[in-house]
């Protein structure tokens, strides 16, 4: 027999919101990891508010939220906090029951940024991976190390002289600009918009455009970030970063990274701490004809971890693709470098939560490395 096509709704409900999520739904293992790890966080958490007043948006239920964000490519707060309303999965996640008003979205945004810091950001992911069950998957001994262009939040349009000089751009809503023959650095110029972005190319042949540059270590067992930083674009940033990494390592530990590490300062920093450098030869050749030297000693170019570590670090590009792919890193939506660093190091901790679902064995015991 045919069923009827009631649209009335019932006056009540009896089914709890937890028996609509699939046990084996993967959320559920990353809720547990997210409260986990927020858990070692309260007491930091705490500090950031007073002991009177109107209760905020509760720091949990934020960070969830935010999580949801990353992890399902939503553009905007007002999106996601739309989604949560009409969402059941996402309203378990976030911990707000079927009847439970959903918060507003300028309220979600002003609240967000309490948290927005770096030293939570890195304080989240540290906890996240002091996790029992976490740190059975990481290495103590074999990393890479490398770094991505962050596209700042502000138009080429806002890169004006800093001494007010230059026309502006043509009135209306996008109007134009005439960059022609003008020369524009950063010694020059600042963006008026974000002055902490910098003009920046990462490679020959490619645009200069404001950017920031993020950094990530990851551990070569199984490839999860675990030490992450956002910087100034420069130059020398990459090395710089990845220095300050390597101060984390055990002596004997080995760091694989592409050519543009290979620099004999970087090199010999790094054998001055006993650790290899598993850095990949930069034999460009110059105009003249002459090949660049390389800093990398020969003993470790012909050894056979050396070309392990070389074929492993491409993993973390991985990170990078889905920070901005599907964490929405393409472009940063926040301007400053406090907020950029502490947006970028949530997103490489929002990667690892992807991750180690499909990496933890349904006992809750690290899989046994391949």
Request: proline fraction near 4%; hydrophobic fraction near 40%; include cysteine.
């Amino acid at each position: 027999m045919r069923g009827e096509d009631r649209t009335s709704g019932a006056l009540f409900s009896y089914v709890d919101i937890e028996a609509r999520i699939s046990t084996k739904h993967p959320l559920r293992a990353m809720r547990r990891l997210t409260d986990a790890a927020l858990a070692e966080l309260d007491q930091a958490i705490s500090a950031l508010y007073v002991g009177f007043g109107r209760p905020s948006i509760a720091p949990e239920r934020l960070r969830r939220a935010t999580l949801l964000q990353l992890l399902y490519s939503i553009r905007s707060e007002r999106q996601l906090v739309e989604r949560i309303e009409f969402d059941l999965l996402f309203r378990w996640f976030v911990g707000l029951s079927i009847d439970e008003k959903v918060f507003d979205a300028s309220t979600f945004s002003k609240n967000r940024d309490r948290l927005l810091t770096q030293e939570i950001a890195q304080g989240f992911l540290a906890s996240l991976l002091a996790l029992p069950e976490v740190k059975g998957l990481l290495s103590a001994e074999h990393f890479s190390v490398d770094g991505t262009l962050l596209k700042a939040w502000a138009s080429m349009k806002s890169f004006r002289p800093k001494d007010g000089s230059g026309e502006p751009p043509s009135p209306g809503r996008n109007g134009e600009a005439d960059f022609r023959k003008t020369k524009r650095t950063n010694e020059t110029h600042a963006s008026t918009t974000d002055p902490d972005a910098r003009l920046f190319r990462k490679a020959n042949g490619q645009e200069s455009r404001l950017s920031y540059l993020g950094h990530a270590l990851m551990e070569n067992r199984n490839g999860l970030v675990v030490a992450a930083e956002a910087t100034l674009a420069t130059g020398t940033a990459e090395r710089e970063a990845a220095t300050a990494f390597s101060e984390r390592l055990p002596e004997g530990a080995t760091l694989g990274a592409d050519k543009n590490y290979d620099a004999e300062a970087f090199v010999e920093g790094l054998k001055a701490r006993e650790i290899a450098p598993h850095v990949a030869i930069n034999g460009s050749v110059s105009k003249t004809g002459k090949a660049r030297k390389t800093a990398v000693p020969p003993e470790v170019a012909a050894s056979l971890g050396y070309a392990i570590s070389q074929r492993l670090r491409k993993r973390i590009e991985e990170s990078f693709g889905w920070s901005k792919t599907v964490g929405g890193l393409a472009q940063v939506k926040v301007r400053g470098l406090a907020k950029v660093r502490a947006a970028f190091v949530f997103a490489m901790a929002a990667y690892d939560i992807v991750r180690l679902p499909k990496l933890l064995a349904p006992t809750g015991e690290a899989c046994p490395a391949a």
